[in-house]
């Protein structure tokens, strides 16, 4: 049984990436999550992708990517008849996600103490950059600025190429995980006691969170982090390898694992030389030790090596592109991907990514496409709680 969240009901007001990828979380724990859009275009990412086509069509490439198993109703939250069809949703609700910036649900009299009137209990998570507070609550935030005041560009790539923003938006995702993770939490306390939340998600301070290992050195250890390009502060040899054929990343970490992996590469004596016999004069002669363990594997491939050195309890594994990871026997065998034919807009079948965890040897998986603008208008309003109902007839 994957659907841990069966039964609750979440509006998704959120556009973009940050708050769809949050509720989609949800939606694939089995939520019922409704994106609630405006009529003219609905959520930007429609408009987004590498497909002109799909992007013409109102369903772009980012949209797909994280809007599955939702279904979509348009509503303009600036007009007085859709305001209360809203306030119906919201009776029904048990969580809202939004991602505007701060005050703007409450100069639409939308915010969180005017919800709360109508549904006491609901789950309010609010995702911006930088938080509800503080002198730049009010600033425009996407991934990259949030990349950049975070300190995460400044030790991504070389030296010589630091500050570099990391290749993905690494900052949205981790605000979405976040926000996913408290409304969940909050949802076990409104299940118990009826009590509600208002959940204020930075996506400065995720991305703040989540650099724990760099930000305690600085904090504890008075060591301002570097950008280190692929090698690992903590260790050596910790990083990507050449070899006869790719890129191979290993992580010797431990002293019986560096010991291994000399002897494996047929260089034994590398354990005990004086430059390499210890963690801490590793890492001071780590570039020499590159040299010397490229060189031996500059014999065969990364894959071999990967093998090799694996079966052995040497953690290693090759560099792959986007593509070669979709096809690894590992990823295939997890299904980490759910298809769907029909998808308007989609001359073929639509593939989209689910979580990244299992539930009781379960994938969860989402049950319906990614929705088109205002798909289930009808479905989603015939469906009020008799209380919404009467008031909507009304």
């Given at each position: 049984?994957?659907?841990?969240?069966?039964?609750i009901?979440?509006?998704d007001?959120?556009?973009v990436l940050?708050g769809?990828y949050?509720?989609?979380q949800l939606?694939?724990l089995?939520?019922d999550v409704i994106k609630?859009e405006?009529?003219q275009?609905?959520d930007l990412?429609?408009?987004?992708?590498?497909?002109?086509k799909?992007n013409?069509?109102g369903m772009?490439a980012?949209?797909?990517?994280?809007n599955a198993?939702?279904?979509?109703?348009?509503?303009?939250?600036k007009?007085?008849a859709?305001?209360?069809?809203?306030?119906?949703?919201?009776?029904?609700?048990?969580?809202?996600?939004e991602?505007?910036?701060?005050?703007v649900?409450d100069r639409?009299g939308?915010?969180?103490e005017?919800?709360?009137a109508?549904?006491?209990?609901?789950?309010?998570?609010?995702?911006s950059?930088?938080?509800?507070?503080g002198p730049m609550?009010?600033?425009?935030?996407?991934?990259?600025?949030i990349?950049?005041?975070s300190g995460?560009?400044?030790?991504?790539?070389t030296?010589?190429?630091?500050?570099?923003?990391?290749?993905?938006?690494?900052?949205d995702?981790l605000?979405g995980?976040?926000?996913?993770?408290?409304?969940a939490?909050?949802l076990?306390?409104q299940?118990?006691?009826?009590?509600?939340a208002?959940l204020?998600?930075?996506?400065?301070?995720?991305?703040?969170?989540?650099?724990g290992?760099p930000?305690s050195?600085y904090?504890?250890?008075?060591v301002?982090p570097?950008?280190m390009g692929?090698?690992?502060m903590?260790a050596a040899?910790?990083?990507?390898?050449?070899?006869g054929d790719?890129?191979l990343?290993?992580a010797?970490?431990?002293?019986?694992?560096?010991?291994?992996?000399c002897r494996?590469i047929?260089?034994p004596e590398?354990a005990?030389d004086?430059?390499f016999?210890?963690?801490?004069?590793?890492k001071?002669?780590r570039?020499?030790?590159?040299?010397?363990?490229e060189?031996a594997?500059?014999s065969?491939?990364?894959?071999?090596w990967?093998e090799?050195?694996n079966r052995?309890?040497v953690p290693?594994g090759r560099v792959?592109?986007?593509?070669?990871?979709l096809a690894?026997p590992?990823v295939?065998?997890?299904?980490?991907?759910a298809n769907?034919?029909?998808?308007p807009g989609?001359?073929g079948?639509?593939t989209v990514l689910?979580?990244?965890f299992?539930?009781?040897?379960?994938a969860?998986?989402?049950?319906?496409?990614?929705p088109?603008?205002g798909?289930?208008?009808d479905?989603?309003?015939a469906?009020?709680?008799p209380?919404?109902?009467?008031k909507?007839r009304?």
């Open positions: 049984m994957t659907e841990l969240l069966s039964g009901r979440v509006l007001l959120t556009n940050a769809p949050c509720a989609y939606a694939l089995g939520a609630v405006v009529p275009g609905g990412a429609r408009q987004l992708g590498g497909s002109p799909l013409s069509a772009g980012s949209f797909l990517a994280q198993g939702k279904r979509s109703v348009v509503l303009d939250l007009k007085p859709d305001r209360e069809r809203f306030l119906d949703l919201v009776a029904s609700a048990d969580a809202l996600v991602n505007f910036r701060p005050g649900m639409l939308l915010g969180y005017a919800l709360k109508v549904r006491p209990g609901l789950v309010y998570c609010a995702i950059g930088f938080g509800q507070t609550r009010d600033n425009p935030a996407y991934d990259q600025i990349q950049g005041l995460i560009m400044s030790i991504t790539g030296p010589e190429t630091a500050p570099l923003r990391v290749g993905y938006p690494v900052a995702t605000g995980l976040v926000g996913a993770f408290a409304i939490s909050a076990v306390r299940k118990t006691s009826g009590e509600g208002f204020d998600v930075s996506m400065l301070e995720c991305t703040l969170s989540a650099l290992w930000v050195n904090l504890t250890a008075a301002d570097q950008p692929n090698e690992n903590t040899p910790s990083g990507a390898f050449r070899t790719g890129l990343n290993i010797a970490n431990k002293q019986e694992q560096f010991v291994a992996l494996l047929g260089r590398l005990v004086p430059r016999a210890e963690r801490e004069t590793r001071r002669n570039a020499a030790l590159k040299v010397e363990i060189d594997l500059a065969a491939s990364a894959a071999v990967e090799t050195f052995a309890g290693a792959l592109t986007i593509p070669q990871v690894e590992q295939l065998e997890r299904q980490v991907t769907f034919e029909g998808v989609m001359d079948p639509l689910r979580g990244g299992m539930v009781d040897g379960a969860p998986l989402p049950t319906k496409p990614p088109s603008l798909e289930h208008m479905e989603v309003f469906d009020l709680p209380r919404a109902k009467a909507a009304a």
